[in-house]
């Protein structure tokens, strides 16, 4: 995904011209309408010709020092930054590239432009570093941190989540878990990743996390009979699709010691929750109507002799893909 930093003038004499670039979205920055410093002719920019995605946001290019002028403070200001997050995302995953746009094409722009490139290239400092610009900090900040967000929370649309009942039955016995209890939910998707990562940090402290098979055979054969697993699943194969009250089965192959050791879980209906811009849409899927092979999960081992296989009881499952 290119990004282009362009002045007001400068995308306008690209569509008058009809040299606006294919596959390219727009993200438009232009004053809003209580600025105090303003022509009367003054408008936001005209993409109706323009058959592009784009995202138009009214915000001043203003400095930290100014914002109590405004009525804004940090916190308040530039409310858009999480809609442009999942706009950006929308574009990069169409393959499309994207021009950032202001009045002169070197503050606000430039700022979302740094922004974008440190999100996905680490390579932000490079619109710092040019002299001809001036890169509006709030802007970069708001930005970034909101693509951090958007990557940690909405990038994966799809995640599993057992009944908090029996996570909490699970981890009962878990020293520092009753302080930690109450605190928890598993209401969303947000709730679930936070979750995820609170019970991980609470096992590592106790050493009961695995983090990969090896470990955990090993574990089984010192004896110790239940242990936690926290890692990326790959290349899992879906034995069973599901139904609306059967579960569905995925099982993976481990060699261990020169021995195929497999590895089986059952789970019963995955949820979805996709945001788009501002609309969030959350509903229930059955696993035979995705295709999904890879996803971080955390979950409770045993190891079945009989059937010489890990059984593992999933608890949270995210970043399914």
Known sequence: MNVTICSRRDIETLTVRGEFPRNTAVISFYDT???RVRSEHYSAPDYSRLKCRLYQVAIDDVDPNDLSDYGLTVESFFPEADDIAAFIYEVYRAGEDIICQCDYGDSRSAGCAAAIKEHFTHDGISVFADYRLCPNQMIYNKIHDALDRYRRYESSEYYYCAKPDEIRSRMEHVAGFAEISDSLSFSD???????KDRLEQLLREQELLCTGWDDAMRGFTGGRPCR?????????????????????????????????INIQMRMFKIKQERRRHRDIVRREVLFGRCS?????????????????QIAVTPLILTNMT
């Open 33 to 35: 309408p209580d600025k």
């Open 189 to 195: 998707k947000v709730a679930c990743i936070d979750a």
């Open 228 to 260: 936690f697993i926290s890692l990326r699943m790959t290349g899992t194969e879906w034995i069973a699709s599901g139904s609306e009250s059967g579960p569905v089965i995925v099982r993976k192959s481990h060699l261990y010691a020169g021995e195929p």
């Open 292 to 308: 999904l092979r890879e996803f971080d999960l955390l979950g409770v081992m045993f190891w079945d002799s009989d059937e010489r």
